[in-house]
């Protein structure tokens, strides 16, 4: 997430009242997760496991809860809750704003593009040329869609990520501030939900298709003509690469890459990273022609036991 205009590093230690160590005027450009930093970036960091990681990323800034060596070129932000500290960072740059019509007075639709009764379409959201919006659709605010894309009835984009951190007195939320952006001729089933980045976007890329009933987690990017079947469930920040097929039931841990052209069969619990132009299949997952070769094995077993009986 980008701030709409350069702030100091001053004007951010302000904001959220904290010490930092640094040049006044040292130059901050947004904040984001570890995973999408970029220069000028703040990223977050509250346990020493993960110090050197974000302190060596490409994050200019780090939100931090130990003051440490500073490497050159950088600056800290020292904080004894970092996470509380980025989620004021995220209400001050990327308030909730109130709707106070079905379709906001800011959204942006293209030509020819129908919304159906009882849809919402919230503040800032751009929708192409050509599209069909079905009834009871949720459009959140800041989603980008793209031309000669459906969206079928009930799904909901840009609900908050599921990030939440453990505190004894219980789950604290960490805020969203991120968008959906939807490319050119993507087809959304029924009751989907797509959630938005945490601070960055989740994307379904061109020409990609999916089924009633999927999930896509925050900061997921889904890449060009893949095919997502009916109750499959992608955890945040996977990367799909193009044309990837996913049968139903199919579920991933967060934080993987399916690669180009990969299959995964239905009900198979994508648990790591896999090549593309292979098919998959079972949990934990392999190659689907040696998971089928070890079931047909499995039913061997009760012959071989009565073979060796009657030895």
């Not at 989620?87 to 709707?99: A, E, G, R």
């Not at 293209?110 to 800032?124: D, K, L, W, Y």
């Not at 040329?129 to 894309?149: E, F, L, P, T």
């Not at 997921?220 to 955890?235: E, Y």
Request: charged share 20%; with cysteine.
């Amino acid at each position: 997430m980008k701030f709409p205009i350069p702030h100091t590093l001053k004007q951010i230690a302000a904001i959220i009242d904290c010490t930092f160590v640094g040049e006044d005027s040292f130059s901050v450009l947004g904040m984001n997760e570890i995973h999408v930093v970029t220069e000028g970036d703040i990223v977050f960091v509250d346990h020493p496991k993960y110090y050197d990681k974000a302190l060596q990323s490409k994050a200019t800034i780090i939100l931090i809860n130990k003051e440490v060596d500073c490497p050159e070129g950088k600056a800290l932000l020292i904080s004894d809750d970092p996470f509380r500290d980025f989620n004021k960072l995220t209400t001050y740059f990327k308030p909730f704003q109130k709707s106070v019509s079905t379709i906001s007075e800011t959204a942006q639709l293209g030509e020819n593009t129908i919304v159906q009764p009882n849809s919402f379409v919230g503040n800032n959201v751009k929708i192409g040329k050509n599209c069909i919006i079905h009834s009871n659709v949720a459009i959140y605010d800041n989603c980008v869609i793209g031309d000669n894309v459906t969206i079928h009835a009930g799904s909901v984009l840009g609900a908050d990520a599921f990030y939440y951190k453990n505190r004894p007195e219980g789950f604290d939320k960490l805020l969203s501030g991120g968008r959906v952006v939807i490319e050119n001729n993507v087809d959304i089933g029924a009751l989907c939900t797509i959630d938005k980045g945490v601070t960055g976007d989740t994307t379904i890329g061109e020409g990609t298709k999916l089924d009633n009933q999927v999930h896509v987690g925050h900061d997921t990017i889904i890449g060009k003509k893949c095919l997502i079947a009916s109750q499959t469930g992608i955890a945040g920040c996977v990367i799909i690469e193009d044309e990837v097929t996913l049968w139903g039931q199919v579920g991933t841990t967060s934080g993987i890459t399916i690669g180009k052209k990969a299959v995964v069969m239905g009900q198979t619990g994508v648990t790591k990273s896999i090549v593309g132009g292979k098919s998959y299949f079972g949990t934990p997952i392999e190659e689907s022609r040696e998971k089928l070769r070890q079931l047909a094995n499995v039913k061997k077993i009760p012959s071989i036991l009565e073979n060796i009986k009657n030895k």
